[in-house]
């Protein structure tokens, strides 16, 4: 499909480190108007630092970077912007105050000639925007009021639609739900079409051969392959992702699955009639010891609404949950981490300190445990070591400001706070995303080793594949309400689907 | 697996100087500050950098040291207390209103033993710090609009309790804090030393001091780690309140007397020196190392604008300008960090 043209985007031996971080080491890439050219690699393997490098964020950096053949450098994102390429960041990085409709029209609102904002075309233009990527949402909404995953779609309309002819999308699909994922690709496939040229970065590695015509392998900072799609398959990639072979982590789960016979260890957790708003209509069920109850649903149905409550984040309007037979009403997170709870919820942001270092962030859910009155400082950082070996987090160090962490390791981090001492009930909202297929797995391990603990493990996923990988027993959650159990019988990707 | 730590650490270091003094630009800019403006008074005056001057402005700045103290740990948790001044006015003139006065001091008080006075007092604004605590946290009532709405209410308590009067005796051991002397340093400052060191310890070798910084850094993250987010927040309230009302008893007895309004310059004084300082207005950074630059950064520009000869009302005017700049290095550094940390 592509002919031999000229690359309109040219990187020759980039080179970037981040003090004794080296994060990209003589790196070449070269982009063709209309491709769409894939990008995976392990947790910190250098993606995002490459794409922000031409998206304009990292300015610093050794190595050629032409544009139509022509040596450029930008000083700014801004610089980026003029020549035509936008990013949507691994992170989210909306205006939860601005209206949706404001969103979509970041930087460039419509306006009339005396200056003013015309607001009725800029929603009526954001509305057909959306729905063009299937969104039926209303342009004057409050953005913050609307979940992660729609916040991320309309990031990505946004950068979709600005006129780039250079797209970068960092993981755009980790918060999305299978038809909104379909969605984006046809939008993809036509944008390129009409000659755009898209970089997309995904864990996901049937996402990336089905969409992209070209495939880069990222190890370590160094490119380790570059293919055309079609000449490769998962078990390739994944070797040149980790360097070994990866037949153990290519399961795709689209042949049935068994489940186990349901346990019945004591119950930990019973939620009975539990409503809230639009949100949730009449929950009842309930976890066990030593099992992994998995929940599975399309985006906004209900589930982020659901682990907030059991968290004492947000109260529900009727219904009870019972704590070891104990019913409680959680007038806080304080007092639903008192009674044994810990959540870890989808979106990093909310869980971490950025400016803090990695150790800080480990232990601040513990630090009772660890101190009654004064810090000890040290016994923090040797928690934290140990966590940091366990779960593989790079670089390997605990005095680091979390902000200099990858995406993956980031959510590492976020799990990490909880596993020191393991609470009665973990609920992990998401808890494989953005992490690379070797990562996949040691999360996979580290929640087996958790429920042989006998912790009740409750795992809330959009991504079939999440669900299946960990859960003992399955609930499918739609709009709001439980419409099907799976226990002891045979379940697959595409059995969920069908039921959600 | 250590050695590849030691490396990464040097490698942060040698990262460049640049961008370290970019990430450390809230800790060196009012550091500069002070020392240019030391430089600038000692060259302009004669009488400035004297070892008596020095003293003159430790004295001057101990009473806002002492208010700055609670005010850090509120700041630090992004958060505001504009009630500070109004407190330490009314906890004053309670220390003053339950302690004998002179019979022509023409005031219906309650002279009670000194010990329970002073307690008494402390609770006043305990209590007035709880109430704060409560709007911000149980209510929902934003730190501005409720310690505005307290600044109002201590003050009127105040004036019930004086009624336009002035009182002049405090409790002895008040007034030797307050304005007695010990080997030639003055109690004030030693107190002002002795809260300032505390409030130092607190923050940065406690659990709860690292809660502030936490809840400060991020208070989403903060409760999703299953803080108790609104305890400590109503902590630093209570804590501003009597750190503020501590400075007000020994101001009452370091000015000689108690009244209404004694207390109106230093709200902004304690806000200045805890931003100048470098503590951050967004929370989480700074402390009261920064607190105690901006105090003297405060009292040497108060202290020396009086040594050098210009019109007393061009002095108001410079201060003014002299806090504008400060907040803008504020608001600056935290974006010179965000960039540097990128
Ligand atoms: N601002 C920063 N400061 C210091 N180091 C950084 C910074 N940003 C990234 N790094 C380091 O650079 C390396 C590459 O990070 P990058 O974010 O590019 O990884 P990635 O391939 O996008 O990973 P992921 O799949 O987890 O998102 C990592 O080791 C990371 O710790
Ligand atoms: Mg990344």
């Known amino acids: 499909m592509r002919e031999d043209r000229s690359p309109i985007l040219e990187l020759q031996g980039i080179t970037k480190s981040f003090g004794g971080v080296e994060a990209l080491r003589g790196v070449d890439f070269a982009l063709h108007a209309g491709e769409i050219h894939g990008l995976v690699g392990e947790n910190g393997a250098g993606k995002s630092t490459l794409m922000k490098i031409i998206a304009g964020v990292h300015t610093e950096f050794s190595g050629r970077f032409l544009i139509d053949g022509q040596e450029t450098h930008f000083r700014s994102a801004r610089d980026a912007h003029a020549a035509g390429i936008a990013m949507v960041h691994q992170e989210l990085s909306v205006a939860p105050d601005l209206t949706v409709a404001e969103n979509v029209f970041l930087g460039n609102q419509p306006t009339n000639a005396l200056g003013l904002v015309q607001w009725r075309r800029m929603a009526r233009e954001a509305g057909e925007q959306l729905a063009r990527l299937g969104l039926d949402v209303d342009p004057m909404s409050r953005l913050g009021d609307l979940s992660i995953g729609l916040q991320q779609l309309i990031e990505i309309a946004r950068v979709l639609f600005s006129g780039a002819r250079i797209v970068i999308l960092d993981e755009p699909t980790s918060a999305l739900s299978p038809p909104e994922v379909e969605r984006l690709f046809a939008t993809l496939r036509r944008l390129r079409e009409e000659g755009t040229a898209i970089v997309f970065i995904s864990h996901f590695i049937e996402d990336i051969l089905r969409v992209s015509d070209t495939v880069t392998v990222f190890r370590n900072g160094r490119k380790v392959a570059e293919t055309a799609s079609a000449a490769t398959n998962k078990g390739a990639l994944i070797e040149a992702m980790i360097g070994r072979g990866g037949e153990a982590l290519e399961h795709s789960y689209s042949d049935d699955l068994m489940l186990p016979t349901p346990s019945n260890s004591p119950v930990v957790l019973k939620v009975d009639q539990l409503s809230l708003a639009r949100s949730l209509k009449d929950v009842s069920f309930e976890a066990r010891a030593g099992e992994v109850l998995g929940i599975y649903g399309f985006m906004g149905c209900g589930q982020q609404e659901l682990s907030r409550i059991l968290f004492g984040k947000l109260k529900p309007d009727a219904g009870t949950l019972a704590v070891e037979g104990t019913p409680k009403t959680f007038a806080s997170t304080a007092a639903a981490r008192r009674a044994g709870v810990a959540l870890v919820p989808e979106s990093r942001r909310d869980m971490l300190f950025h400016q803090e270092p990695v150790y800080k962030n480990i232990s601040i859910s513990i630090l009772d445990r660890i101190s009654s009155l004064l810090l000890k400082p040290a016994q923090e950082r040797d928690i934290a070591k140990r966590q940091v070996e366990q779960l593989q987090i790079r670089p390997p160090v605990v005095g680091l400001d979390l902000g200099m962490l990858s995406g993956g390791n980031q959510q590492k981090v976020a799990l990490a706070k909880w596993l020191t001492y393991p609470p009665k009930l973990l609920v992990l909202c998401e808890p494989t995303r953005g992490m690379d297929v070797g990562a996949k797995n040691d999360v996979i391990n580290i929640v087996r080793d958790l429920r042989a603990k006998g912790l009740a493990i409750i795992v809330l996923s959009t991504e079939p594949e999440t669900v299946l990988s960990l859960a003992d027993r399955i609930l499918v959650l739609k709009r709001g309400a439980l419409v099907r159990e799976f226990r002891n019988e045979p379940v697959s990707k595409d059995r969920l689907l069908e039921a959600a | ?342």
């Open chain 2, 1 to 342: 697996m250590a050695s590849s730590e030691t490396a990464l650490a040097a490698g942060q270091r040698a990262r460049g100087l640049a961008p370290f003094l970019r990430s450390q630009m809230r800790n060196i800019a009012p550091f500069l500050t002070l020392i240019f403006l030391s430089g600038f008074f000692a060259l302009a005056s004669p009488s400035f950098a004297t070892l008596d001057n020095l003293g003159n402005i430790l004295t001057q700045v101990s009473v806002t040291g002492i208010i700055a103290v609670g005010l850090t740990f509120v700041i630090l948790c992004a958060e505001i207390d504009l009630s500070i001044a109004s407190i330490a006015n009314v906890t004053g003139i309670a220390v003053a209103y339950f302690t004998l006065q002179d019979s022509y001091v023409n005031i219906a008080n309650i002279p009670l033993p000194g010990a329970v006075a002073i307690l008494l007092s402390i609770l006043l604004c305990a209590l007035l710090g709880l109430v704060n605590a409560l709007g911000l946290t149980v209510i929902g009532i934003p730190s501005f609009i409720m310690t505005l709405a307290m600044m109002q209410i201590a003050a009127g308590v105040s004036a019930l309790l004086v009624r336009g009067q002035i009182a002049y005796k405090v409790p002895s051991l008040i007034t030797t804090l307050g304005s007695g002397s010990i080997g030639g340093i003055p109690w004030l400052v030693i107190v002002a030393a002795i809260m300032l060191l505390g409030g130092h310890l607190v923050l940065t070798y406690t659990r709860f001091g690292r809660y502030v910084y936490m809840v400060g850094g991020n208070r989403e993250a903060a409760e999703y780690s299953g803080l108790n987010v609104k305890l400590i927040l109503g902590a630093v309230m209570v804590i501003s309140a009597v750190c503020s009302g501590i400075g007000g008893m020994l101001g009452v007895a370091h000015f000689g007397s108690a009244q209404q309004n004694e207390f109106d310059t230093y709200l902004l004084d304690s806000i200045a020196a805890v931003v100048v300082g470098g503590t951050s207005l967004f929370g989480g950074r700074g402390g009261i190392g920064n607190t105690i630059v901006g105090l003297f950064v405060l009292g040497v520009l108060n202290n020396g604008l009086d040594h050098v000869n210009i019109d007393s009302f061009l002095k108001i005017l410079i201060r003014g300008l002299i806090l504008l700049a400060a907040l803008v290095i504020n608001v600056y550094a935290q974006r010179l960090r965000e960039k540097a940390a990128e």
